[in-house]
Each structure stands twice: as C-alpha cells, then as structure tokens.
Antibody, heavy 117, light 110 residues
C-alpha cells in the first residue's frame, strides 16, 4: 500500500524558516515524480513545486521561486521542502503527492504550517 | 484568481446528474490533459478523473470526465449525499511551466 506521511509543520514567525519532510513507502520512491501542494485555510489548492525521480527536473510556482527549495533523498525514500523567509500568506496545509504533471495518484494527510507573530 | 475557471458552487438532489465545468486556455487545457480531484471535508484531495476521462480503480462509474478544446467538465450522475465535497480541476500550463488549478467547486446535495 502506498503511503505518504508529511511532517515538520508548526508555528513560526514571519521571516523564519521551516523544513517539511514527506516519507514515502509501499512503492519504488526513486521512480516517481514527487510534488508539494498547499491549501490555505478555507481556500483552494495551490501547486507549490515538483521534482522528478532523478532530480533532473525541478519546477516551482512563481510565488514560491527563490524562497522555497524542493529536494529528495531516494536512499531515505524522502521528499523535502525547505521554506525560507516565511510570510503570513504561506500559512496553509502542505500536502505531498506522488505523480507526474497534475496527475497525482496518492496524497499524504498534510502538515499545517502557521506563520504568525 | 485561479488560472482555470470553475463555478464556485453547484447543487443537486439525490439521483440527479450534475456537471461542473472547468475553463482554461491553449497553454493549459488546450495542450495538456485535465485531472479532477475530490476533497471531502477535512481530508486530503483524492484523484477522481485523470487524463481527461479515465477513472482510477475504485472510483464509481457515476463519475465521468470530458474535454473539448480549452474546456473540460466533470459529470456526476445518480447524485448521492456522500458526493458532497469540493471538486478541483488541474492541468499543466506550458506558459507558466507549472501546474494550475481551478478555484474549486463546492457541491451541495440538497
């Protein structure tokens, strides 16, 4: 059974950093593009970033470019999102999802990031 | 303002058929496949339709998808109370070099 488990969310102040993790199991992690998608409270879904299995292809949403860095460690079956200079508008549930383009077959349960002073 | 346009709400009575539209442009829906997600209250999104009109294993055939030009639609027939959820369309956008979503449609079963 495919499982994705996010961790690392929490309460931080504006300008601070946070690193999210997503542990994958039940599939060959290195063979899949992995993604981060977020959802602000009461709002819709917003794509954040994607990274191919080989790490050769990395994409970011414009609003996250330069502040967020996606990475993965295939030896640990883990996906990461380093978030710097966080803003109040980054407050959201962050999901990791498995799949290519916008075709995401599996999602984690999400981890909540709250940016507030 | 979402790149893909969906109606914010839709409704129907049990047993009815409802359709949710998703409008885009030549750089997204017009050049890529559309995927639909269902998000039940308090849960993670779930892939409902992929590649415009394909259903993942386990998704009832009451759910269907179609695409024409720069628009797509999700159809739900035999509406059931458990279909009350938010529905999102998504596609890759060649101009933005990223994934774009619709703003979501809240489906209410009356």
């Amino acid at each position: 059974e495919v499982q994705l488990v996010e961790s690392g969310g929490g309460l931080v102040k504006p300008g601070e950093s946070l690193r999210l993790s997503c542990a994958g199991s039940g599939f060959t992690f290195s063979g899949y593009t992995m993604n981060w998608v977020r959802q602000a409270p009461g709002k819709g879904l917003e794509w954040v970033s994607s990274i191919s299995g080989t790490r050769n292809n990395i994409y970011y949403a414009d609003s996250m470019q330069g502040r967020f860095t996606i990475s993965r460690d295939n030896t640990k079956n883990s996906l990461y999102l380093q978030m710097n200079n966080l803003r109040a508008e980054d407050t959201a549930v962050y999901y990791c999802a498995r799949g290519y383009s916008s075709h995401w077959e599996n999602w984690g349960q999400g981890t909540l990031v709250t940016v507030s002073s | 303002q979402s790149v893909l346009t969906q109606p914010p709400s839709a409704s129907g009575t049990p047993g009815q058929r409802v359709t949710i539209s998703c409008s885009g442009s030549s750089s997204n829906i017009g050049s890529d496949t559309v995927n639909w997600y269902q998000q039940l209250p308090g849960t993670a999104p779930k892939l409902l339709i992929y590649n415009n009109d394909r259903r993942p294993s386990g998704v009832p055939d009451r759910f269907s998808g179609s695409k024409s030009g720069t628009s797509a639609s999700l159809g739900i027939s035999g509406l059931q109370s458990e279909d009350e959820a938010d529905y999102y369309c998504a596609a890759w956008d060649d101009s933005l070099n990223g994934v774009v979503f619709g703003g979501g449609t809240k489906l209410t079963v009356l």
